[in-house]
Nanobody, 118 residues
């Protein structure tokens, strides 16, 4: 499974941005799709996850209420809508395919950079 993220860029604080992640293959091997980010000098952080079947969602505490994950099964694409962005949201954002329940993600995208200026 190959994952390709897009939608990153430079925005101002308070702006919104939507990231996309397209999966190249069947979703059977990755029941859950997740979004993570990693800022310079920091550990990778879980943001959100969604199941392909049923669309059940999970969120990390730092983004609850600001970020929304969604999916389009027909397009094998997962989205991350990010609102009210802050400079501390600056990071490389990655999508991953795997299992939220087992916290195991086997497939990763190359990442897309999001920079939020103050």
């Amino acid at each position: 499974v190959q994952l390709v993220e897009s939608g990153g860029g430079l925005v101002r604080a308070g702006d919104s941005l939507r990231l996309s992640c397209m999966a190249s293959d069947s979703t059977s091997s990755s029941p859950t799709m997740g979004w993570f980010r990693q800022a310079p000098g920091k550990e990778r952080e879980f943001l959100a996850a969604i199941t392909w079947s049923g669309g059940r969602t999970y969120y990390g505490d730092s983004v609850k209420g600001r970020f929304t994950i969604s999916r389009d099964g027909a397009k094998n694409t997962v989205y991350l809508q990010m609102n009210a962005l802050k400079p501390e949201d600056t990071a490389v954002y990655y999508c991953a395919g795997g299992s939220f329940i087992f916290n195991k993600y086997d497939y990763w995208g190359q990442g897309t950079l999001v920079t939020v200026s103050s």
